[in-house]
C-alpha cells in the first residue's frame, strides 16, 4: 500500500510540474503582485541580524506545513534533534544537541523564555503554525535588535492580523498512521479603533512504535504527543493585548533507564502568557508581559534508572518545574537624516521552583523526596544606531548590558554583548560584513539544586562567551540572485555535564575554546510571480575529530503554480555520520505537496513527508539501531475559509 503511495505522489509530481507556465489573467497577476509586495515580512525583517531565513505567508500556505518542525528542517545546518524524552531540539551541523538557551523563539514581540531552562523552545518547538503569518529565523544573531534577552539563534513567528483576514478559516488534517490536525481561526474589524483575532487548535500524532528486548521481555519506545493551543490579540488603537496557552502530553519515547527498557513515562508541558504593548507617535513603545510554565517529567523503568546522588537504582524519576516570569519593556525608535537609533531597556522577574520524587518500587527504602525555589532579578540596557554614509553604504553598531542578580546562594554579575556591522547595497550588489560578541546564558537548571539529588548542579558557572565573524555577498540578477555566506563562530569556556567524579555534574572547561565554522551558497531563481526555486549547499567543519550530525547537506525547494493547482516539492540532503558506534547512512528526505482550490474558499491537498523514508536518522547511547527524525507520513489537507 506504501509503495503505491509513493508511486503516485511521484508520477503526480511529475506530471504536474512540467508545466511552470499558467494562463493568468492580467487582473490575477496584478493581485498576485500586490500581495507580495504587501507581505508584513517586508516590514519585519531586520537584514543586519544574521544570516536570515525569511519564510512568507505566501510559501506557508503552498508548502501546507503543520508545525515548526516542517520549517526548521529545510533550514541550511540546522538539523531536527529528537530528544530521548521525544522533545522537539535542534543541533547544528556537525555537532551534538544545541543548547535550549541558545534558541529564542518569539510569537511577535513576546519571547517564549523559562527560568529553568533560558528558553520555552523544547515546549514550543513543534508547535502548529495556521495562525502564523509568516517566520523569520535568524542564525548567528545577538538578538539586541528585538530588545530582549541573547541568544544566537532566534526564531520570530508573527500571527495573523484581522485587518488582513476578516472571517474565519478551519482547517482538518488526517495522515494515513490516524493522526489530526484541526485548526480554527476567526478574525474581525469592529470599527476603525478595535478588532480581534482569535485561535485554536488540537492535534493528535500517532507515530511509528520500536521495540527493544531485555530479559526476553519486549518494551515499546512510543513517541505519541497530543496538544492544544489557543492565541487570541486584541487591537484597540495603538493598544495591543495578547493571550495564549500551549497544553501538550508527551509520551516519552526511549527514556533515561539503564537499558532503555521505558514502561509508562510521560511529560506533561504548560504554558499560558499574556502580553500588552503600547505604541506612541514619537516611536516610542512599552510592553509589559506575565508567563506561567508547569513541567513535568516522569520516567518509568523497571530496570532501573541511575539517579545522582542515590546509593542504588530506582524504578520510578519524576521531575517538576515552575516558572513565573513576569517583564516590563521599554524601547524607542529615532529616525534623523542620516542614522537611525533604537535603545531601550527591560527588567524581569524569574521565579524557578523543583520538586523531584525518585523510588523504587521493590525497595522503598530507596527513595527521596525533595523541593526548592530560588529567583532572579534580570534587567538589560541596550542601543543600536545604524549610521548611513550614503544611500548604498551603511554602518551598524550595538551594545547591550544584561545584569543578574539572585534571591539566594549565586553570586550576581553582568555580561556584555555588543556588534559591529558594515553594509554596501545596489540594485546588482550586496555585501555586508558582521562582528558579534556575546555569551550562552546559564540556566538556573544548571546553577541551582542544594540538595544536589537528582542532578548535580554548580553554582560557580560562567556563562560561555562567544564571538561571531560573518561575511555575506549577494549577486542579483533580473529573475534570480546567488549569494555566499561564510562564518566562524567561537565559544569560549563551554559547559558541559560531566559524569564521572570528582567533578560529576555541570562544570565549565575553562580554557577551551571551540570553533566552528560554515559556508553557505544559495542560488533563487524566479520563472514568474508563481514559480519558483531555491538551492542551497552548505558545508560547515567543527575542529574536532568526529562529526556528531551531517557536516554538509543540500536545501532544494521548487513551488509552482498551475490553473488551480498549489505545487511544492522539497528535497533535504544530508551527509553521512558516526553516533554512538553506528554509521548513520545519508539521508534524503522529499516531502511535496499538491493543493487544489475548488472555490475561493474551499481547497483540499495532500502532503507527503520522508516519501522516500531514507529521511535523517539518529542514534540513542543503548539503542542497536537508529531512528528516523522525521516519520514518513501522508496527509490529507481540506481547508475552508469563510
Do not use: C
Request: hydrophobic fraction near 35%.
Amino acid at each position: 500500500m506504501h509503495k503505491k503511495i509513493k508511486i503516485t505522489f511521484f508520477l503526480f509530481m511529475l506530471a504536474t510540474i512540467a508545466n511552470l507556465f499558467g494562463d493568468d489573467s492580467s487582473i490575477d497577476l496584478l493581485l498576485q503582485e500586490y500581495k507580495k509586495e504587501s507581505e508584513l515580512s517586508k516590514k519585519t525583517k531586520k537584514e543586519t541580524s544574521g544570516i536570515l531565513y525569511l519564510y512568507t505567508r505566501e510559501m506557508l500556505e503552498r508548502m501546507q506545513v503543520k508545525n515548526l518542525k516542517d520549517i526548521l528542517k529545510t533550514i541550511p545546518g540546522i538539523n531536527l534533534y529528537r530528544a530521548i524524552n521525544n522533545i522537539s531540539l535542534i543541533s547544528t551541523s556537525s555537532n551534538g544537541k544545541f543548547p535550549t538557551s541558545g534558541v529564542r523563539i518569539f510569537i511577535n514581540d513576546h519571547d517564549m523564555t523559562s527560568a529553568s531552562f533560558g528558553s520555552a523552545f523544547l515546549i514550543w518547538g513543534d508547535l502548529n503554525l495556521e495562525y502564523i503569518d509568516h517566520i523569520e529565523v535568524y542564525k548567528a544573531t545577538s538578538s539586541i535588535e528585538f530588545g530582549n534577552e541573547t541568544a544566537p539563534i532566534v526564531i520570530k513567528l508573527y500571527t495573523k492580523l484581522a485587518n488582513r483576514e476578516e472571517g474565519g478559516k478551519a482547517r482538518f488534517m488526517l495522515d494515513h498512521k490516524g493522526s489530526s490536525i484541526l485548526n480554527l481561526y476567526n478574525a474581525k474589524t469592529v470599527n476603525d479603533d478595535f478588532s480581534y483575532f482569535v485561535y485554536g487548535d488540537f492535534q493528535d500524532i500517532k507515530n511509528k512504535k520500536y521495540n527493544t528486548t531485555y530479559n526476553s521481555k519486549i518494551y515499546t519506545y512510543s513517541s505519541d504527543k497530543q496538544d492544544y493551543n489557543f492565541y487570541a490579540n486584541f487591537l484597540y488603537k495603538e493598544w495591543l493585548f495578547e493571550t495564549g496557552m500551549i497544553n501538550k502530553t508527551v509520551d516519552s519515547f526511549i527514556g533515561i533507564g539503564i537499558y532503555k527498557t521505558p514502561d509508562g513515562s510521560r511529560l506533561y508541558a504548560k504554558q499560558k502568557y499574556a502580553h500588552l504593548t503600547k505604541k506612541f507617535e514619537n516611536g516610542f513603545k512599552v510592553q509589559f508581559s506575565a508567563d506561567d510554565i508547569d513541567y513535568e517529567q516522569i520516567f518509568v523503568d523497571p530496570n532501573g534508572i541511575y539517579v545522582y546522588g542515590m546509593q542504588q537504582p530506582v524504578t520510578n524519576y519524576t521531575i517538576t518545574f515552575d516558572d513565573k516570569i513576569y517583564s516590563i519593556t521599554a524601547e524607542q525608535t529615532l529616525s534623523f537624516k542620516n542614522n537611525r537609533l533604537f535603545y531601550g531597556g527591560f527588567y524581569k522577574y524569574k521565579e524557578f521552583y523543583e520538586k523531584s520524587d525518585v523510588l523504587t518500587d521493590y525497595n522503598i527504602s530507596n527513595s527521596y523526596q525533595n523541593s526548592y525555589k530560588n529567583s532572579l532579578d534580570y534587567s538589560s540596557l541596550y542601543f543600536e544606531d545604524s549610521y548611513y554614509l550614503t544611500s548604498n553604504i551603511s554602518l551598524v553598531g550595538s551594545f547591550k548590558k544584561d545584569f543578574y542578580s539572585y534571591e539566594k546562594d549565586i553570586e550576581k554579575y553582568s555580561k556584555s554583548t555588543y556588534k559591529l556591522a558594515a553594509r554596501y547595497k545596489d540594485e546588482k550588489w550586496h555585501f555586508q560584513l558582521l562582528y558579534t560578541h556575546s555569551y550562552l546564558p546559564v540556566t538556573l537548571y544548571q546553577i541551582y539544586n542544594p540538595d544536589r539529588i537528582p542532578y548535580e548542579a554548580n553554582k560557580n558557572l560562567v556563562a560561555p562567551t562567544t564571538d561571531i565573524l560573518l561575511f555575506f555577498t549577494q549577486y542579483n540578477m533580473e529573475n534570480s540572485y546567488i549569494n555566499l555566506t561564510m562564518g566562524e563562530h567561537q565559544v569560549k569556556d563551554p559547559i558541559i555535564y560531566n559524569y564521572y567524579p570528582p567533578n560529576q555534574g555541570f562544570i565549565n572547561l575553562f580554557g577551551v575554546k571551540s570553533k566552528y565554522n560554515l559556508l553557505e551558497l544559495t542560488y533563487h531563481y524566479d520563472f514568474d510571480n508563481n514559480n519558483r526555486f531555491d538551492i542551497v549547499f552548505y558545508d560547515t567543519y567543527n575542529h574536532k575529530p568526529i562529526n556528531l550530525s551531517p557536516k554538509w547537506g543540500i536545501t532544494a525547494m521548487l513551488f509552482n503554480r498551475y490553473n488551480k493547482f498549489d505545487i511544492y516539492n522539497e528535497l533535504v540532503f544530508k551527509s553521512s555520520y558516526d553516533s554512538f558506534g553506528l554509521k548513520i547512512k545519508r539521508s534524503y528526505d522529499w516531502t511535496a505537496s499538491v493543493k487544489y482550490h475548488i472555490s475561493k474558499d474551499f481547497s483540499i491537498g495532500i502532503r507527503g513527508e520522508n516519501i522516500l523514508n531514507k529521511g535523517l536518522e539518529q542514534a540513542y547511547n543503548g539503542v542497536p539501531y537508529s531512528i528516523p527524525v522525521v516519520e514518513q507520513k501522508f496527509w490529507l489537507n481540506l481547508e475552508y475559509l469563510f
